[in-house]
């Protein structure tokens, strides 16, 4: 079980400094408090939402009216509204500098770099501000973009967002149909791509997909050069430009930024889509800006001038969250491609000479650095770093104790968890209290978080759905296309009423931390006993022979199995010793109810654009039931793998 030592712990000294025990201190000197550390400070700022969210907008410098209400009616999950009054604009708060400092840096594998300064970013937002509004782009239209994680993204996002235009993008490495399945259904009145990108290695031509896409969406199209040929591929899409000839009527000057409610459109999300068409979720302006400046400068000490990284692409909420970081002063560390081109040094390498402040990632880019057997901790220079994050799946025990004793010894590891549906985090690391292996290590401020048993009461040392009991800013305003809520309603409170039921399978810990066994509708059930999948992969995953899986339930003799499958280690098979060591690491490591019912070996395991393994897809197929969304899938082909098994059929 959990080591009783912390992997971590802050220095009095750092504490002191963070920007979160400035603002606790400020709480506790204008509200007559005496709180002293994270639990205390969570406590009142879930019982005083109105103080809490006040405090944040104006700790954090929010630009814009704040007005006199903070929340009305704050008891209704649904019917809440936060600064119902205010009026603010998000791409102003992202813009608070000028001159030759650093804005953006940006590399797209080792073929690019590039150095924006606040003065250049500011330039090319003021003339796509004026290119989008003689386009006859309004409030409320939308902007749809299929771009590489690179500045001109950024730019064009935020002239959207100056207008009030509401902006959606993905990854260029979609698929047609998958692009279709997104911005088909949100009617955009322009559509940006690139002509072309770079992933290891190997120039991606997206000409033809871009013409098609355009073609489909009935809009014009700007085409961005970045490392193909932009005039060829506009010249062949209709009513298409280049980035240049777009912007080349206008000259930069102040830009203006249209005042918007702050309940105001300003993302469109879409959920993964692999069980359906994605779902369009509609964030806020205020919700969005408050939440990310919370946990960039509370629970990250994120602080201006500082170096923030997150290896994301386009088609990730992690993208939206990464540019926020320009709200605190901060200047953003882009990369686009193959974090393994041309070798796995590649983004150690840029942090090193960057000086990174802040490392996001994701649990499976760790692990696929343990299991490359890198050590960063002794060929790079990582002393700037204060801060890694880790998303997208549950970092297992092994990947925390690798990140001290590979990457670097005196650095807080945040383990974080949330999603597309709020933008944002329920869950994630602060600099008051220590790390422990495996842990998340508690709730988002002023999230009313718990863990709840299937009858809907909170449990302890037990594990059960991830709750929010109170309302909170970055919720979502909408689905698009359900104007009488039904399917908003149905994702979050069809569950419990008035509470949100974030489809998490977690627990709380001794420390008051949390562990994330896996989503809820991919848990396990054999013999009616709960099992999260991410306790399987935490033991099988740790075996050299084994460089991925994937687990699900099958239907079988009116109950359930578990049906674990792996992809192998370069020259490994699955014997029969190896098939019951990984039984007796699983039995050992979890319980002998974990020990899957069959243990299949497969070439390639299914994942989405950004890298989440599709345990509920490969269910369908097992079952002979159809996927019905393959184009949200980076390797669609991989499902043919597990079609008519005919190790499943005894």
Not at 44 to 66: L, Y
Not at 131 to 154: H, L, Y
Not at 241 to 269: D, K, M
Not at 471 to 493: E, H, I, Q
Request: proline content about 5%; some cysteine.
């Amino acid at each position: 079980m959990q080591d009783n030592r912390p992997l971590w712990v802050p220095s009095h000294e750092a504490v002191a400094k963070s920007p979160i025990h400035a603002f606790m201190e400020r709480c506790n000197a204008e509200f007559g408090l005496s709180l002293s550390g994270f639990d205390d400070l969570h406590a009142w700022s879930v019982a005083e939402r109105e103080k809490f969210w006040s405090t944040v907008w104006d700790f954090c410098g929010v630009k814009g009216k704040r007005g006199a209400e903070v929340l009305i009616d704050g008891d209704s999950m649904l019917g809440a509204r936060f600064f119902p009054d205010a009026t603010l604009n998000f791409a102003e708060n992202l813009l608070p500098g000028r001159g030759e400092g650093d804005a953006i840096l940006f590399r797209g594998e080792d073929k690019i770099e590039d150095r924006w300064s606040w003065d250049r970013l500011r330039r090319l937002v003021s003339k796509l501000q004026q290119a989008f509004k003689a386009q006859g782009i309004r409030e409320g239209d939308r902007i749809a973009a299929m771009m590489p994680n690179m500045p001109e993204t950024v730019a064009a996002m935020l002239a959207a967002a100056s207008i009030g235009a509401i902006w959606s993008s993905c990854s260029p490495d979609f698929g047609e149909q998958g692009v279709l399945d997104r911005f088909g259904q949100i009617g955009p009145k322009l559509f940006i791509a690139c002509d072309a990108y770079w992933y290891s290695g190997k120039l991606q031509d997206v000409g033809t997909k871009v013409a098609a896409v355009a073609k489909s969406l009935g809009v014009p199209a700007i085409v961005v050069h970045y490392a193909g040929d932009a005039e060829a591929v506009a010249s062949r899409t209709p009513g298409a430009s280049t980035l240049e000839a777009f912007i080349a009527p206008y000259e930069a000057s102040e830009i203006e930024f249209t005042p918007l409610p702050f309940a105001h459109p300003l993302y469109i999300l879409f959920s993964s889509g692999t069980t359906g068409v994605p779902k369009c979720i509609v964030h806020s302006a205020g919700g969005t800006l408050l939440q990310h400046l919370k946990e960039q400068r509370l629970h990250c000490g994120l602080e201006a001038g500082e170096k923030l990284f997150y290896f994301t692409t386009c088609g990730w909420m992690m993208w939206n969250w990464l540019v926020s970081g320009l709200a605190c002063g901060a200047t953003l560390c882009l990369f686009d491609g193959s974090p393994f081109a041309p070798d796995g040094n590649v983004l150690f390498d840029y942090a090193e000479a960057e000086k990174f402040v802040i490392f996001g990632t994701s649990a499976k880019y760790i692990d696929a650095v343990r299991k490359s057997g890198l050590t960063p901790r002794q060929s790079h220079d990582l002393s700037s770093l204060r801060l890694m994050t880790s998303t997208g799946s549950p970092l297992s025990p092994e990947g925390f104790t690798f990140v001290y004793e590979g990457i670097k010894k005196d650095v807080q590891l945040a383990s974080i968890s949330g999603g597309t549906d709020i933008v944002s985090c329920f869950v994630l690391g602060n600099p008051l209290q220590p790390v422990w292996s495996g842990e998340i290590q508690g709730p988002g401020l002023g999230l009313a978080v718990d863990v709840w048993s299937d009858d809907g009461k909170p449990v302890r040392g037990e594990k059960g759905e991830l709750v929010c009991t109170k309302a909170f800013p970055s919720m979502p305003v909408m689905f698009w296309n359900d104007p009488d809520g039904a399917k908003y309603r149905a994702a979050y409170f069809d569950r419990f009423d008035n509470v949100w039921c974030h489809g998490d399978f977690a627990e709380w810990t001794e420390h008051g931390g949390l562990i994330i066994h896996g989503r809820s509708d991919a848990t396990l059930n054999p013999g009616g006993v709960r099992i999260g999948t991410a306790e399987i992969y935490n033991q099988v995953e740790q075996m050299e022979e084994v460089a991925e899986a994937l687990c699900i339930g099958q239907e079988w003799d009116d109950d359930v199995r578990v049906i674990l499958f792996v992809r192998l280690a370069a020259g490994v098979t699955l014997t029969e010793d190896l098939v019951k060591a990984i039984k007796t690491r699983i039995r050992t490591g979890a319980s002998p109810r974990h020990v899957p019912a069959k243990i299949i070996a497969v070439a390639d395991i299914p994942r989405t654009k950004s890298g989440k393994i599709v345990e509920l897809a490969v269910r369908e197929v097992v079952h002979g039931r159809p996927v019905k969304n393959q184009e949200a899938l980076a390797n669609p082909e991989a499902l043919q793998l597990f079609a008519g098994l005919s190790e499943l059929k005894d």
